[in-house]
């Protein structure tokens, strides 16, 4: 499994009980980004994170969420948000960028702002969503995403050491990371099944590997999501 997610996520319970044994491989490094001062929220503006990361830098701001609308992609990251903020106004749910401003559309009025709390690499999604409907969305890149330095060669390792039946991108940047490396390695993995969490990864998939590649889409960000897409594979 290629991705930033590790146990904790309870996809190597999951997967173990189909059979599977997983192996996690941390591709990319998240740090906060300095000199970033905290935007002050308007009375009623809600506020838009598609991961834990940015999340994170909302805690060490110290930036209070209760009694604010938020909208979040995944359910881990909504977990982690309840967990610090127990009086938030409202939580939407999506499991992808687009599907969170559709239900951000059709949940709340135009004149409603929102601030987006993202990464450098972070799609357009959410902004050009908005915007082009009318809706005033302020983005606050706070944090940058690395490749982790020792990622090509423990990559290369675990291919030359392991036979894999599905490889699985968690994201976009996943992706990019990784393609070089496995496009090296397309001997060893010529039989694998690539796995991508949402539209926009398995996008990053085709374009990387070609439109021949076998691909599954997990349109379910978790577990049991997961479990589902490769069940169906295997029939």
Same mark, same amino acid.
């Given at each position: ?13 999951a ?29 009623g ?16 701001q ?5 009694? *604010? ?20 106004? %409202? ?26 709390f ?21 983005c ?26 599905f490889?699985?991108?968690? %994201? ?20 694998? *099944? ?5 539209? %926009? ?22 577990p049991?999501?997961? *479990? ?8």
């Amino acid at each position: 499994v290629s991705s930033g997610i590790n146990a904790e996520y309870g996809y190597e319970t999951a997967l173990g009980e189909i059979g599977l044994t997983p192996s996690f491989l941390p591709v990319l490094e998240t740090q906060t980004l300095p000199h970033v001062i905290p935007p002050i929220l308007s009375p009623g503006e809600g506020v838009i994170c598609t991961s834990k990361h940015s999340v994170q830098y909302l805690i060490e701001q110290g930036i209070d969420l209760n009694g *604010v609308d938020v909208g979040v992609v995944g359910p881990a990251t909504a977990v982690f948000m309840k967990e610090q903020w127990e009086s938030m106004e %409202s939580v939407t749910i999506a499991r992808n960028a687009k599907e969170l401003c559709q239900e951000l559309l059709e949940k709340f009025p135009s004149s409603k702002p929102w601030t987006f709390f993202r990464g450098e690499k972070s799609l357009e999604t959410v902004p050009v969503t908005l915007s082009d409907n009318h809706v005033s969305c302020r983005c606050v890149t706070v944090y940058a995403v690395t490749v982790r330095s020792d990622m090509s060669g423990a990559l290369s390792h675990l291919l030359e050491a392991e036979v894999f039946d599905f490889i699985v991108f968690f %994201s976009p940047s996943g992706v990019e990371y990784t393609a070089d490396v496995l496009n090296l390695h397309s001997g060893l993995i010529e039989s694998a *099944v690539f796995v991508a969490f949402g539209p %926009s990864t398995a996008n990053a998939v085709r374009s990387h590997f070609g439109e021949n590649k076998k691909l599954g889409v997990c349109e379910n960000p978790t577990p049991a999501g997961l *479990v589902n897409v490769l069940q169906k594979i295997m029939g």
